[in-house]
């Protein structure tokens, strides 16, 4: 069975700082994608990165970017010039390969942006 | 942008009753899924939905939990005589095929209290 960890129940960074998130996962499976999703106090969850197991080059998407090391299990979301809005619970989550898909996730970093 | 969408938004429900989630996934998807996030807890996978039928469902989702797409458009999760553990925040989620990214995407969320 996949498990999904994250180490940090919370962090805090100032505006315009760069915070890294972490993640470890465990698996036996060698296709898989990870994801990060964003959940502000509204409670939607958000995507906000992926990644391909099978790609060697970490994704980004403008301030946010992804270390992955898939031999160590990691992936950690850097977000760099850090918003207001970037207040948020982020998830880490795990999705096999096949058809049906579906995510585990980790239990969550509360992230809060001070000004 | 296409979006899943739930309704209700939030309902209070007392315990033994019947309570229907409703969902509009993505159009063009094939995956759908419910998810279920207890108040301060991560997001736990309930049960996953393809080709009208159920394709993985958790330990969570017993005899008292059902899915249904009734009308090609809707689906929708009941819970058949509601428990007070039942409330937590519940999920719709859809995804398309490997070839449109394998991401999974989630509705705003319907938040059931049960009382």
């Known amino acids: 069975a996949q498990t999904v960890t994250q180490s940090q129940p919370e962090m805090s960074v100032q505006e315009a700082e760069t915070v890294t998130l972490s993640c470890t996962y465990d698996?036996?499976?060698?296709?898989?994608?990870l994801f990060w999703y964003k959940q502000p106090p509204s409670r939607q969850m958000i995507l906000v990165i992926r990644?391909?197991?099978?790609?060697?080059q970490n994704a980004t998407e403008n301030r946010f970017s992804v270390n992955f090391q898939k031999a160590a299990k990691s992936f950690s979301l850097k977000i760099s010039d850090s918003q207001l809005g970037d207040t948020a619970m982020y998830f880490c989550?795990?999705?096999?390969?096949?058809?049906?898909?579906?995510?585990?996730f980790g239990q969550g970093t509360e992230l809060s942006v001070k000004p | 942008e296409p979006e899943v969408t739930q309704t209700p938004s939030h309902q209070v429900t007392q315990m033994g009753q019947e309570v229907i989630l409703r969902c509009v996934p993505i159009?063009?998807?094939?995956?759908f899924y419910w998810y279920r996030q207890i108040l301060g807890q991560k997001v736990e996978f309930l049960v996953s939905f393809y080709n009208n039928e159920i394709s993985e469902k958790s330990e969570i989702f017993d005899d008292q939990f059902s899915v249904e797409r009734p009308d090609g458009s809707n689906f929708t999760l009941k819970i058949r005589s509601t428990k007070l553990e039942d409330s937590a925040m519940y999920f719709c989620?859809?995804?398309?095929?490997?070839?449109?990214?394998?991401?999974?995407?989630f509705g705003e969320g319907s938040w059931l209290t049960v009382v």
């Open positions: 990644q391909e197991a099978y790609k060697q």
């Open positions: 698996t036996s499976e060698n296709n898989y994608y």
């Open positions: 989620a859809s995804k398309g095929t490997a070839d449109s990214g394998n991401t999974i995407y």
């Open positions: 159009s063009n998807h094939l995956y």
């Open positions: 989550a795990f999705m096999k390969v096949d058809q049906g898909g579906k995510l585990i």
